[in-house]
């Protein structure tokens, strides 16, 4: 009794000292706008999930965006007394610095000292030995709201894992900033794979929270298992929120422009075409070397965020995205300009193998190759939409 006492002490304590933290934010901070000041992550609701770890050992799937209020959520459950026992780190890694498709190996956290198990690569589900200490798992990463966007499919391996150990998964729901619209081909099922593991469209309007829900109600969990699924909402949030992510959720979307062009410009990851990783801009701009030349051009070195930038070192000329304002819609016009302005020698090297799995269909290819109009290629997604909107709505918390 006196420990329960103990660590629910612990609990208020922190609860308080929290409280005053968030209140010590500066109201006139250019990006911590009143609106978004009132929107609190599923992180920032520690009543409501810390009991639930009490006496347990806890494993969290997180990332850099695990965070509350500047403070990693792995730092701030140690801090309270939560039996953290080891991390699972998605794509990018636990901090978040790997680039795009580099395996993550295995490690410890050079500040708590935690064991850090890859689930990018090869070990993308986990293993029965890694849960067998596991009592339950807190998953908390920041999600952009697109299907080939990996962490989604992360969060299915590590659902579909726990449910099979009998280990309960908490979801720390977090806002969508691309939430506001449905669009793109609903995948099909033959194109299954780790950028697209359901049947969704590319922008699918869901949060995390609201995702996770549906994997296990619509069952798409091996052999129909289902999780032991809690999800802590957020609050004060709606999917026509506008929610400009505080922690940059890889390293190729530092900022808010690139997060919202991303549904529409990752698609040309699939073809011959930069999207200016190795650049300062990443996600903002698109060209070739191939391109008609143009005032605008950039040259992809590697970097950090990128090791391996298609067309490294040589001059791309295409356009310019980071001042236009970003479409509300899956905007097909940057690609379809971009194929046809290829030279007619080079456009059957345009797309790659990649590409249908991006789009998870192969008409949205055959369509740009026939040219086809994009109202008419946009109707042809609009009946699979459609049915995926009545499955969608079972699940949703938010309005």
Partial sequence: MQVKNTYLLVIVLFLIVFSC?????EPDNPFYTKEQLKILPGAYDTKAYFPLLYKKRVAVVGNQTSEINGTHLVDTLLHSGVNVIKVFAPEHGFRGQASAGEQV???????????????YGKHKKPMI????????????????????????????????AAAEQHIPVIVLDRPNPNAGYIDGPVMEDKYRSFVGMHPVPIIYGMTIGEY??????EHWLKNGVETNLTVIPIQNYTHQSVYKLPVKPSPNLPNYQSVKLYPSLCLFEGTDISVGRGTPFPFQVYGSPYLPKSDFSFVPKPNSASKWPIHKGEICYGKDLRLVTPPSELYLGWLINAYKSYPDSLKSKFFNKFFVKLAGTENLQNDIEKDVPTKYIKAKWQPAIDKFKLIRKKYLLYQ
């Fill in 21 to 25: 933290k968030s209140s010590s934010k």
């Fill in 105 to 119: 190996a295995d490690s410890k956290d050079k500040k708590t000292g935690l064991p850090i198990i890859s689930l």
């Fill in 129 to 160: 030995n890694d849960l067998k200490d596991v009592d339950i798992i807190v998953f908390d990463i920041q999600d952009v709201g697109v299907r080939f966007y990996t962490y989604i499919s992360t969060l299915h391996y590590v659902m579909e």
């Fill in 212 to 217: 996770a829900r549906m994997i296990n109600g």
